[in-house]
């Protein structure tokens, strides 16, 4: 596969708020590090990335959506496109402070819309090597936005950094026998999953999202996101623990 200047990494929102409580919940050591790591990655030039590697983040909305949709049910019976505005803005705040820990690095507006091409093209005539995007509306994940990011910028691959590390023939948490699958196609992934998209769905790329994906070629890597090291290798195209989706 031709190597490609952009990579599209969709960051579970667990990993960035796996947990709420009153004084804390925000996982600081992985910001810190996960920062690092793409620092890094950006400054290393090789011949067919000349400018370095460029990234566009999608974070997910994490603990705080899944507080704040619980809550709202509680209190009056929430439309699932109600319940769908709590994730949008829940992956907004998110990308805020990722913008904000990649400040220097990032471009200052995060990308909140479906970009029209002639907003790409003066994205990528930017300096910046990085940029973050949020969710967009309702009935469409991050997933999905990850995957049209992609295609809009040209990038071949995904990787989705979640909490899981492969794909399962079936619900691992469920099922004891439940077997990993290091590689398999999206008409393979998408017999595994659900046929329809609903909000707060787990499962790790999600079935219109995995549409598209398969549509337009764009591979994914799924991941568990705690392993930086992993991460690393998966980013650079080496051998990785996780599953490929092509």
Same mark, same amino acid.
């Given at each position: &596969?031709? $190597? ?8 579970? =929102?667990?990993?960035?708020?796996p ?22 990655? &950006?400054?290393?030039? *090789? ?22 949709q ?15 505005? /709590? =994730? ?12 904000? #820990? ?35 509306? @309702? ?5 999905? /936005?990850? &995957? ?5 910028f ?9 909490? #899981? ?13 439940? +077997? ?12 595994? #999953?659900?046929? +329809? ?6 499962? @790790? #790329? ?9 549509k337009? *070629? ?5 991941i568990?996101?705690?392993?930086? $090291? ?17």
């Amino acid at each position: &596969m031709q $190597e490609s200047q952009f990579t599209v990494i969709a960051v579970g =929102g667990s990993l960035i708020v796996p947990y709420l409580t009153d004084t804390d919940g925000i996982d600081v050591p992985f910001l810190k590090a996960f920062r690092r790591l793409l620092v890094r990655e &950006m400054k290393k030039n *090789r011949p067919v990335l000349p400018r370095g590697r460029q990234f566009i983040i999608v974070p997910g909305g994490g603990k705080t959506c899944r507080v704040y949709q619980k809550t709202g049910r509680q209190i009056v019976k929430m439309s699932n496109t109600d319940l769908d505005w /709590i =994730g949008v803005h829940s992956t907004r705040l998110n990308a805020q402070l990722l913008r904000t #820990i990649f400040a220097k690095e990032a471009h200052p507006v995060v990308i909140d819309h479906d970009p029209s091409a002639k907003e790409v093209v003066q994205l990528k005539r930017t300096k910046k090597k990085l940029f973050i995007a949020s969710g967009w509306k @309702p009935g469409w994940s991050t997933d999905y /936005i990850a &995957m049209r990011l992609a295609q809009k910028f040209g990038a071949k691959e995904m990787v989705d950094a979640g909490d #899981i590390d492969f794909v399962y023939d079936k619900d691992p948490k469920k099922f004891e026998d439940a +077997k990993p699958l290091e590689k398999l196609s999206w008409k393979e992934y998408r017999k595994l #999953i659900p046929s +329809k998209w609903t909000p707060g769905l787990a499962s @790790p #790329i999600d079935p219109v999202a995995a549409r598209l994906a398969e549509k337009a *070629r764009i591979q994914a890597k799924i991941i568990k996101g705690t392993n930086l $090291e992993n991460m690393k290798k998966a980013i650079e195209g080496k051998e990785f623990v996780g599953t490929v989706i092509h």
